[in-house]
């Protein structure tokens, strides 16, 4: 069976003006997080090569720095994102000796060696999203080289140092549906594209986890039938009123009162979200339930969150409905669709505006969810507010 794999994930350092200090902030974050000398080191020169790239070629270009963890293990992702030229031909870009500045061009051929993985998005005249993992060698054999099925990013507004933005992911390893029975107060909301064609977290296969659960949900897959039954991811994205370190508190509320919840349908997880904001200024959140053995999504959003289901011809608007969590919450609901064959939920705060579209970023659902999350960045983002978006794919 495939591997799902989720990773806690968190964004420590943009570095956009600076981005020669970005080389020494890699290293020690490795170091920081018990990868090795000689590991940290190679983070640093891949750093150090990509952020000469930027400097190099690339219009508006930034990096950023990530700590990403397993129950046991954790490591460091390196983002860089430009509005530069782009790349042509990227496989071409990463062969040694390749270059167009007249340079030995070993920088991405260095990247794709030493990263455990490496993905790169280039639109040619418009820009690039690169993102590269790394592990320490031999600890993490077995998912080293596994993409997230979910991942997110975060921004501050200019000028702060914390984000309001707040996403999280976990998952629900029982069946499918309402544990109790009976059903939920659903609001059918259906795509007729799509229908045509708490703890921490880790890298497992959708067997184990369905050997997990103890029985195999008994609704009727869609074809190709989804790997393993009755796992379910939960999303969450949050987006603290205002901006600056009252809203991140909001923010990391309502992260804490996710991964803590046992709520497994997304109207429940909204009402726990919203009594662990009481007392901060409150926020948007959406909250999205993913059942690939039953092809269905389940949406509950509140505020200011824009949810967006993309399939490979079609994209459907996910409603949220007004109020404030942690302040005004009334009416609830629920909402379905139908899951599109090989696409993408894509969720985001009003920090990135909503022109942005499939047809604009060509290959987009080729790319992991991370590239894909700092593809809608660099397209959509806007730097006078917190930014947050997350993405999950491959999961159907």
Same mark, same amino acid.
């Given at each position: 069976?495939?591997?799902?794999?989720?990773?806690?994930?968190?964004? !420590?350092?943009?570095?956009?003006?600076?981005?020669?200090?970005?080389?020494?902030?890699?290293?020690?974050?490795?170091?920081?997080?018990?990868?090795?000398?000689?590991?940290?080191?190679? !983070?640093?020169?891949?750093?150090?090569?990509?952020?000469?790239?930027?400097?190099?070629?690339?219009?508006?270009?930034?990096?950023?720095?990530?700590?990403?963890?397993?129950?046991?293990?954790?490591?460091?992702? !390196?983002?860089?994102?430009?509005?530069?030229?782009?790349?042509?031909?990227?496989?071409?870009? &990463?062969?040694? %000796?390749?270059?167009?500045?007249?340079?030995?061009?070993?920088?991405?051929?260095?990247?794709?060696?030493?990263?455990?993985?490496?993905?790169?998005?280039?639109?040619?005249?418009?820009?690039?999203?690169?993102?590269?993992?790394?592990?320490?060698?031999?600890?993490?054999?077995?998912?080293?080289?596994?993409?997230?099925?979910?991942?997110?990013?975060?921004?501050?507004?200019?000028?702060?140092?914390?984000?309001?933005?707040?996403?999280?992911?976990?998952?629900?390893?029982?069946?499918?549906?309402? /544990?109790?029975?009976?059903?939920?107060?659903?609001?059918?909301?259906?795509?007729?594209?799509?229908?045509?064609?708490?703890?921490?977290?880790?890298?497992?296969?959708?067997?184990?986890?369905?050997?997990?659960?103890?029985?195999?949900?008994?609704?009727?897959?869609?074809? /190709?039938?989804?790997? %393993?039954?009755?796992?379910?991811?939960?999303?969450? &994205?949050?987006?603290?009123?205002?901006?600056? /370190?009252?809203?991140?508190?909001?923010?990391?509320?309502?992260?804490?009162?996710?991964?803590?919840?046992?709520?497994?349908?997304?109207?429940?997880?909204?009402?726990?979200?919203?009594?662990?904001?009481?007392?901060?200024?409150?926020?948007?959140?959406?909250?999205?339930?993913?059942?690939?053995?039953?092809?269905?999504?389940?949406?509950?959003?509140? %505020?200011?969150?824009?949810?967006?289901?993309?399939?490979?011809?079609?994209?459907? %608007?996910?409603?949220?409905?007004?109020?404030?969590?942690?302040?005004?919450?009334?009416?609830?609901?629920?909402?379905?669709?139908?899951?599109?064959?090989?696409?993408?939920?894509?969720?985001?705060?009003?920090?990135?505006?909503?022109?942005?579209?499939?047809?604009?970023?060509?290959?987009?659902?080729?790319?992991? /969810?991370?590239?894909?999350?700092?593809?809608?960045?660099?397209?959509?983002?806007?730097?006078?507010?917190?930014?947050?978006?997350?993405?999950?794919?491959?999961?159907?």
């Amino acid at each position: 069976m495939s591997p799902l794999l989720l990773l806690d994930s968190e964004d !420590v350092a943009w570095f956009r003006d600076e981005l020669t200090a970005a080389r020494g902030a890699a290293a020690a974050l490795a170091r920081r997080v018990g990868l090795d000398e000689q590991r940290a080191a190679e !983070v640093a020169l891949c750093v150090s090569e990509a952020t000469g790239n930027l400097t190099k070629h690339a219009v508006d270009g930034s990096v950023l720095l990530r700590v990403v963890r397993t129950a046991q293990v954790a490591g460091v992702e !390196v983002l860089t994102i430009d509005s530069g030229p782009g790349m042509a031909d990227v496989a071409r870009s &990463l062969r040694d %000796g390749s270059s167009s500045t007249g340079t030995l061009g070993i920088g991405l051929g260095a990247l794709a060696r030493l990263a455990d993985t490496l993905d790169i998005h280039s639109l040619p005249g418009r820009g690039t999203v690169m993102a590269a993992r790394f592990w320490n060698r031999g600890t993490a054999r077995g998912f080293a080289t596994a993409e997230p099925a979910v991942a997110g990013l975060t921004r501050a507004i200019n000028g702060e140092q914390v984000c309001g933005d707040a996403w999280a992911a976990r998952l629900d390893p029982g069946g499918d549906g309402d /544990p109790s029975g009976t059903p939920p107060p659903f609001r059918t909301v259906r795509s007729s594209a799509g229908a045509e064609p708490g703890p921490a977290p880790s890298g497992v296969s959708w067997s184990a986890l369905t050997a997990a659960a103890g029985r195999r949900s008994t609704a009727a897959a869609p074809a /190709p039938a989804p790997p %393993g039954g009755g796992a379910a991811v939960m999303v969450m &994205l949050c987006d603290g009123l205002g901006h600056g /370190p009252m809203a991140a508190l909001a923010g990391a509320a309502a992260v804490q009162a996710f991964r803590g919840s046992g709520a497994r349908m997304p109207e429940e997880a909204v009402q726990e979200i919203h009594r662990a904001l009481r007392g901060t200024r409150g926020a948007a959140v959406a909250v999205a339930r993913v059942e690939p053995s039953t092809g269905r999504l389940l949406y509950c959003g509140v %505020g200011n969150i824009a949810g967006v289901l993309l399939g490979a011809e079609s994209r459907t %608007g996910l409603v949220s409905l007004p109020g404030i969590v942690g302040h005004q919450l009334r009416g609830l609901r629920t909402f379905e669709q139908t899951l599109p064959p090989g696409g993408a939920l894509v969720m985001h705060s009003d920090g990135l505006t909503d022109r942005w579209s499939t047809d604009i970023l060509p290959g987009l659902l080729h790319h992991s /969810p991370l590239v894909a999350a700092g593809q809608l960045l660099r397209t959509a983002g806007i730097r006078h507010d917190d930014a947050g978006v997350v993405v999950a794919k491959g999961l159907w």
